[in-house]
């Protein structure tokens, strides 16, 4: 199941990006959408996630300036992303934990979209 990020980019501190994925092929559901992010030099981590039924969590970084979102009749996920700071510089990689057509069900990593926030 190939999963397409965009929305990553170039920001002043204080801007703002909206990120975007979406899955396609054979889906049946889908369960966990989550953002990643890995920085140069860094351990990939968990920015923030969200359930099926729209519960969501943040990283203590993030929480009160990024917010996540999922539309499941196009099969996506968002990050908003408001008040951006350098250290959140980073490549930015969504994951899906997807039930297939055939009810396998696997996690699915997007290819990552780059974000970097500086003046």
């Known amino acids: 199941v190939p999963l397409q990020a965009s929305g990553g980019g170039l920001v002043q501190p204080g801007g703002s990006l909206r990120l975007f994925c979406a899955a396609s092929?054979?889906?049946?559901?889908?369960?966990?959408m989550a953002w990643y992010r890995q920085a140069p030099g860094k351990q990939r981590e968990l920015v923030a996630d969200i359930t099926s039924s729209g519960s969501t969590n943040y990283a203590d970084s993030v929480t009160g300036r990024f917010t996540i979102s999922r539309d499941n009749a196009k099969n996506a996920v968002y990050l908003q992303m408001n008040t951006l700071q350098p250290e959140d510089t980073a490549v930015y990689y969504c994951?899906?934990?997807?039930?297939?057509?055939?009810?396998?069900?696997?996690?699915?990593w997007g290819q990552g979209t780059l974000v970097t926030v500086s003046s």
């Open positions: 994951l899906m934990v997807v039930t297939t057509s055939s009810y396998t069900t696997t996690g699915y």
């Open positions: 092929g054979s889906i049946f559901s889908i369960g966990r």
